[in-house]
């Protein structure tokens, strides 16, 4: 019903720079919130940065300053600029989208992820 499809993840050295775009694309009414969260080996899930349809944004504490979250309504779209990556960065991120899911009535509310995109910071 709705796929998110992740681009822009690859190995960067420590202190560069990194993209990541996710497109949403299918029976899309309208999308509320979408952001981004990142697993490492061993670990949890976190979140690393989430966007309001409104625009109001919020940031995992370890991003904070670094990681920028963006999103274009027009194109369901949603980017995370990622600066000064350090080797803690490295992970499998994850784009998160909840959708007001159309193509029928009434429009129900779902959460969908993408398939991730792999980060690797190192020299």
């Known amino acids: 019903q709705v796929q998110l499809v992740e681009s822009g993840g690859g190995l960067v050295q420590p202190g560069g720079s990194l993209r990541l775009s996710c497109a949403a694309s299918g029976r899309i009414f309208s999308i509320n919130a979408m952001g981004w969260y990142r697993q490492a080996p061993g670990k949890e899930r976190e979140l690393v940065a989430v966007i309001t349809s409104g625009g109001s944004t919020n940031y995992g504490d370890s991003v904070k300053g670094r990681f920028t979250i963006s999103r274009d309504n027009a194109k369901n779209t949603v980017y995370l600029q990622m600066n000064m990556l350090k080797a803690e960065d490295t992970a499998v991120y994850y784009c998160?989208?909840?959708?007001?899911?159309?193509?029928?009535?009434?429009?129900?509310?779902?959460?969908?992820w993408g398939q991730g995109t792999q980060v690797t910071v190192s020299s």
């Open positions: 998160n989208a909840a959708v007001l899911v159309g193509g029928g009535w009434p429009p129900y509310n779902s959460d969908y």
